[in-house]
């Protein structure tokens, strides 16, 4: 791929999670149907040429799971990537290869997708920056489609100075600002699920970082409960991931892999009623989370429940995990807030993400402030 002499992002390498089009290969989006209906791209996705724009070389694409509608990094069809900081744990997923790129020291920086937490949680396991940008900032033209109510173009690296190098090509200008030591929030409900070991550790954490804050007080931010915005999430995200999918599924018969066809196909009874009550749901906690970060303020929290779980974890504890993730990822997906994730946290020197979640358009903020607690 031709890129430019010079620019911003020179010197840099980076990949592309394989559910952007780049000109001269195949979009296979972990699927080996997608794959074969694919051919090869003439066109590359513009935010991929925008990096090439800004002087950076890509290496390469990377793995996913299966059309990125999962969490743990494993691909029925094409296996699994190594994580770099925990190679004995999964990477995460869906951007499971990108993460793993990363964390592997094959590129300096790596283009994934978050829907539901698929750049947050690799982020948090494999012990690399992430964000997850406020819904829409970042163009998903020639990106593969899940739920596009919830779909953001992120990235990882593993360190702050390249990390905002390639924010400063992809976001623009804030709309949004936060203070030099914000006021910070931490959401109690939330947080109330949380094993006993990861908040002793969270909260040893937060005490080294308090004089980079102002107030931190803690309220409960999951109007009205946590269950109802765990399950809001999953109808909007299963109503959406259908009808971007099914009528392709069902006419070539995917072969899915375990996980994958049962989401796939408990999406497809997701009502029009069950959209339509959960986007209520959505929209009012989306007004209540909007006033908490009124003022430049943030809200603090760990990015995931626990550290990656081992490879050798069965699916159905896999599941569970996932499924206790969502009930803390989702506060950004519902509300289309900006969240990045830092590893400043680690449990028997495996990484654990520290999040911090902004009102929307404060992306760069964020950043600015994630790189002063990595100080």
């Not at 006021?183 to 109690?188: F, K, M, S, V, Y």
Request: negative net charge; proline residues 6%; aromatic residues 8%.
């Amino acid at each position: 791929m031709a890129n430019a002499a010079s620019g911003p992002l020179s010197g840099l390498t980076f990949a592309v999670k394989d559910i952007f089009d780049v000109a001269g290969y195949p979009t296979g989006c972990g699927s080996p149907h997608m794959l074969a209906m694919s051919g090869i791209k003439t066109a590359s996705a513009p935010v991929v040429d925008a990096l090439l724009a800004a002087g950076a070389v890509f290496a390469g694409k990377t793995h996913t799971e299966e059309l990125a509608f999962s969490m743990t990094g494993k691909n029925a069809h094409y296996g699994a990537p190594r994580n770099g900081a925990a190679p004995e744990r999964i990477a995460g997923g869906s951007s499971s290869g990108s993460a793993a790129a990363v964390s592997n020291g094959l590129c300096d920086f790596a283009l994934g997708t978050d829907t539901g937490g698929s750049v947050r949680a690799p982020a948090s396991h494999c012990g690399l920056i992430g964000l997850r940008p406020t819904h829409d900032r970042v163009s998903l033209d020639g990106c593969m489609p899940l739920a596009p109510g919830f779909d953001t173009c992120g990235w990882f690296a593993r360190d702050m100075n390249t990390f905002a190098r390639v924010g400063e090509v992809l976001l623009g200008e804030d709309t949004a600002t936060l203070a030099d030591t914000p006021d910070a929030w931490l959401p109690r409900d939330a947080l109330a699920g949380l094993p006993g070991h990861v908040a002793t550790h969270f909260a040893a954490t937060l005490d080294t970082l308090r004089p980079r804050f102002g107030v931190i007080e803690s309220t409960d931010v999951m109007t009205p409960s946590t269950d109802a915005l765990y399950w809001a999430f999953r109808y909007i995200q299963g109503f959406q991931a259908w009808q971007s999918h099914g009528a392709a599924i069902e006419k070539h018969d995917f072969q899915l892999g375990p996980g994958v066809r049962e989401r796939f196909f408990w999406s497809k009874t997701v009502t029009s009623g069950q959209n339509g009550q959960s986007e209520n749901i959505r929209a009012q906690f989306r007004t209540g989370l909007l006033k908490l970060l009124e003022g430049g303020r943030v809200i603090l929290m760990p990015t995931m429940p626990n550290v990656a779980p081992l490879l050798s974890e069965s699916d159905d504890a896999l599941d569970d995990y996932r499924n206790q993730s969502i009930r803390m990822l989702c506060i950004s997906g519902l509300s289309g807030c900006p969240q990045i994730t830092v590893p400043l946290m680690q449990m028997d020197g495996v990484p654990l993400g520290f999040s911090i979640i902004g009102a929307p358009g404060s992306d760069k903020g964020l950043m600015e402030l994630a790189r002063k607690l990595m100080v």
